[in-house]
């Protein structure tokens, strides 16, 4: 693909020193790139920072959105990949919040030589509950989940996201989430929320040779404690580092506790 079609359907912006290792951003389920607007500009000075939509959120190309391609999450990984070729970067500081972390895994066990460190905020490499793993959800519960999501996607997303944002002093952060949300095209909403809940990427965890920094809340509905600390002890080269943050978007909810584990993480 064309870098200019590549740059288009994401979205992608660039800002920070031209001269700088680059940190690419990549937002999690239901939100856009505006959802690092915290954190993204402290690394201005350092980096050369890179965000983007992912196909089918906030001002990405919708006419480029393909249910074969984004069925899996291997899709939007392959997209990753294009932006960091479009742009020809050198291996690249990735940063995912949640479903973007396991996106990121993908893109990085597949194209190791374009990753140099990677930063999994939230990340969960499979939300139902197995055998000797917790993930955090029944699959009834699952179930439940994605047929609200059929029946009434904007109800849902008005109950859902303060629970997501788990700061109920702070009602204001969980209207934001519903609203980002709802802008969001429904069918391709429900799209990736079964790509999104309905995968299970524990196996990729051991391909990936990045050096890697997982981020993990203390109290999160939707990647339990459990989940982070599965995640470090089977992805090699890897560290944990735990906010004293309830909720999953720390991105919006405690951007100064991340952006300070980003930056020791990055200074050691």
Not at 83 to 96: K, N, Q, S
Not at 113 to 136: C, K, M
Not at 179 to 185: A, E, V
Request: negative net charge; hydrophobic residues 40%; proline residues 7%.
């Amino acid at each position: 693909m064309c870098p200019v079609d590549v740059i288009l359907r994401n979205n992608v912006s660039v800002t920070g020193r031209a001269d700088a290792p680059p940190m690419v951003f990549a937002h999690g389920f239901g939100c856009d790139k505006g959802m690092w607007r915290y954190v993204a500009p402290a690394f201005e000075d350092t980096h050369r920072v890179v965000l983007f939509d992912h196909v089918g959120a906030g001002a990405s190309d919708l006419s480029a959105y393909d249910p074969a391609r984004y069925g899996r999450l291997q899709g939007y990984a392959q997209d990753l990949v294009e932006i960091v070729e479009a742009l020809d970067l050198p291996p690249v500081v990735f940063v995912g919040h949640s479903v973007s972390a396991m996106i990121g895994v993908l893109a990085a066990a597949d194209r190791p030589d374009l990753f140099e460190r990677l930063v999994l905020v939230g990340p969960s490499p499979r939300y139902i509950d197995d055998e000797g793993y917790r993930g955090g959800f029944g699959q009834d519960e699952i179930d439940e989940l994605l047929e609200t999501m059929d029946g009434n996607y904007l109800g849902w997303s008005q109950h859902i996201a303060p629970v997501i944002m788990g700061v109920q002093d702070r009602p204001e952060l969980g209207e934001e989430l519903s609203g980002s949300f709802c802008r969001t095209d429904p069918t391709i909403a429900r799209r990736f929320a079964r790509t999104t809940f309905l995968s299970d990427n524990r196996a990729d965890l051991a391909r990936v040779t990045t050096p890697s920094l997982v981020v993990q809340c203390r109290d999160d509905v939707i990647a339990p404690v459990e989940v982070g600390q599965y995640v470090q002890a089977h992805l090699p080269d890897s560290e944990l580092v735990m906010l004293d943050v309830t909720g999953h978007c720390p991105n919006l909810s405690a951007p100064d506790q991340l952006t300070a584990a980003m930056t020791a993480y990055l200074a050691a």
